[in-house]
């Protein structure tokens, strides 16, 4: 029988119990920091922990229940409901009015509903309990606008590979198992690039190194062992998340600034993480034409191009024409000013100027339409040299409006140097 079988994994046992042995999170939970000096006068108001899996939001819950003695409730959202959440706030009350504080940690805060949440307003307000939720979702989109403005939120960042470092060392330090076994080298390194900082599964891959081990095994745990244990670098991606829209954001951003090898990076984090390079493709037709648009005007062409030849051949040869047109995207001119253009007149429209059709302008379809004038005046521009007409093609009122300003980068240079030559040409 392994020795693992009777009790907690290890991830569970190598639990900091007490404030000062939380690492990372200096900023949050640091001897300077404003919750550290509360814990110690005994304060605490409600709060949420917002982060990404294994950086310790649980840990921090329990530790600051433990130290304020107070009576600890830990649900998680996924499991539980309105009626579990009213049983703890009535034993709360009770606890409230003898002066002892009731902690309710709830997991996964984020998947409760409107309804759940309400339920938690009075008891937070009044001060029954101290709400300490922790999501990896923004609370912004997730979090009901009244339990937000009743907590403090507090932004978590995965750990740093010094800080996993002491955990691993604590661990092999203090753990009544790990001290028994004769481990000679630990690649942390690795380890925290194939966890994504997640302490929990570095925890769970040094056990199970451990449990492949015999009693008389002098352990190595190396970069190839590391590898064969976990199926998968834990890519941080969660495509309905917040995550898919910071990457998202990433791979545009770094297309629009014209950097090929960061927008490679970002497109792999979302092929990795199971983006759909539809969706990918999508975004990159957008790109073209709002990013780069007359500054080189085949990118939209080749843009569209690459999204009929992922929706043809699927992953993971699509990750192919994706990568050839996030590289050259990234490398074209930029010119933002057919987007601009268009946001212009939409605004102007919608300001409320909306004019009548001059009537050069109409087509006239009958004898009657022609006897109001309608396309009187109009010049067929193909029957004149360089096939241009010096007419007025906007409402009166508008006559004086600019909506297009041209950037002249790449083609859209040349193209608007040839179009002002003809301008000044016939100019009147």
């Known amino acids: 029988?392994?020795?693992?079988?009777?009790?907690?994994?290890?991830?569970?046992?190598?639990?900091?119990?007490?404030?000062?042995?939380?690492?990372?999170?200096?900023?949050?939970?640091?001897?300077?920091?404003?919750?550290?000096?509360?814990?110690?006068?005994?304060?605490?108001?409600?709060?949420?922990?917002?982060?990404?899996?294994?950086?310790?939001?649980?840990?921090?819950?329990?530790?600051?229940?433990?130290?304020?003695?107070?009576?600890f409730y830990e649900i998680n959202a996924v499991s539980s409901g309105v009626k579990d959440i009213k049983e703890i706030i009535d034993r709360s009350k009770n606890n409230f009015s003898i002066g002892q504080k009731t902690i309710l940690f709830i997991d996964e805060i984020?998947?409760?509903?409107?309804?759940?949440?309400?339920?938690?307003?009075?008891?937070?307000?009044?001060?029954?309990?101290?709400?300490?939720?922790?999501?990896?979702?923004?609370?912004?989109?997730?979090?009901?606008?009244?339990?937000?403005?009743?907590?403090k939120i507090y932004k978590m960042e995965e750990l740093k590979l010094e800080d996993l470092k002491k955990i691993i060392e604590r661990a092999l330090r203090n753990d009544e198992i790990l001290k028994t076994k004769n481990i000679r080298y630990i690649d942390i390194e690795h380890l925290y690039l194939i966890s994504g900082g997640d302490a929990r599964i570095a925890l769970n891959i040094i056990e199970e190194a451990i449990n492949l081990s015999s009693e008389s095994d002098e352990?190595?745990?190396?970069?190839?062992?590391?590898?064969?244990?976990?199926?998968?670098?834990?890519?941080?991606?969660?495509?309905?998340?917040?995550?898919?829209?910071?990457?998202?954001?990433?791979?545009?951003?770094?297309?629009?600034?014209s950097d090929p090898d960061a927008a490679i990076y970002w497109l792999a984090r979302m092929l990795e993480g199971g983006e759909d390079p539809l969706f990918i493709a999508r975004r990159m037709i957008i790109l073209a034409a709002e990013d780069i648009g007359l500054?080189?005007?085949?990118?939209?062409?080749?843009?569209?191009?690459?999204?009929?030849?992922?929706?043809?051949?699927g992953m993971p040869e699509a990750r192919i024409p994706l990568a050839e047109c996030a590289i050259y995207l990234s490398l074209c001119p930029k010119s933002n000013s057919a987007y601009l253009a268009i946001n212009n007149a939409l605004e102007y429209v919608k300001a409320g100027n909306v004019f009548p059709v001059p009537l050069h302008l109409r087509n006239a379809l009958t004898n009657l339409m022609k006897q109001f004038g309608y396309a009187s005046g109009y010049k067929y521009?193909?029957?004149?040299?360089?096939?241009?007409?010096?007419?007025?093609?906007?409402?009166?009122?508008?006559?004086?409006?600019?909506?297009?300003?041209?950037?002249?980068?790449?083609?859209?240079?040349?193209?608007?140097?040839?179009?002002?030559?003809?301008?000044?040409?016939?100019?009147?």
């Not at 409107?114 to 912004?140: F, H, R």
């Not at 495509?239 to 898919?244: C, P, Q, S, T, V």
């Not at 790449?410 to 140097?417: A, D, N, P, V, W």
């Open 295 to 313: 500054a080189s005007p085949n990118a939209l062409l080749i843009a569209n191009a690459t999204f009929d030849a992922v929706h043809k051949i």
């Open 110 to 151: 984020h998947r409760f509903n409107k309804a759940q949440q309400d339920a938690l307003l009075a008891a937070v307000e009044k001060g029954w309990i101290i709400l300490i939720g922790a999501t990896t979702e923004n609370p912004s989109f997730e979090i009901i606008p009244p339990l937000r403005s009743r907590t």
């Open 1 to 71: 029988m392994s020795l693992f079988e009777s009790r907690p994994p290890l991830a569970e046992r190598a639990r900091p119990n007490s404030l000062d042995e939380i690492f990372g999170h200096e900023n949050i939970i640091g001897k300077n920091s404003a919750l550290y000096k509360n814990l110690q006068k005994g304060l605490v108001q409600s709060f949420i922990l917002w982060g990404p899996p294994g950086c310790g939001k649980t840990t921090i819950a329990r530790v600051i229940a433990c130290h304020l003695n107070a009576d």
């Open 381 to 428: 521009p193909h029957d004149f040299p360089d096939a241009f007409v010096n007419l007025d093609y906007l409402p009166k009122e508008a006559s004086n409006i600019k909506f297009y300003v041209p950037k002249l980068y790449g083609q859209e240079k040349s193209l608007y140097e040839k179009y002002y030559e003809i301008i000044k040409k016939y100019q009147k």
């Open 219 to 257: 352990i190595s745990i190396d970069k190839n062992l590391i590898d064969s244990l976990a199926q998968r670098t834990n890519i941080s991606y969660d495509k309905g998340g917040e995550e898919h829209y910071n990457i998202i954001s990433a791979f545009i951003k770094s297309v629009r600034g």
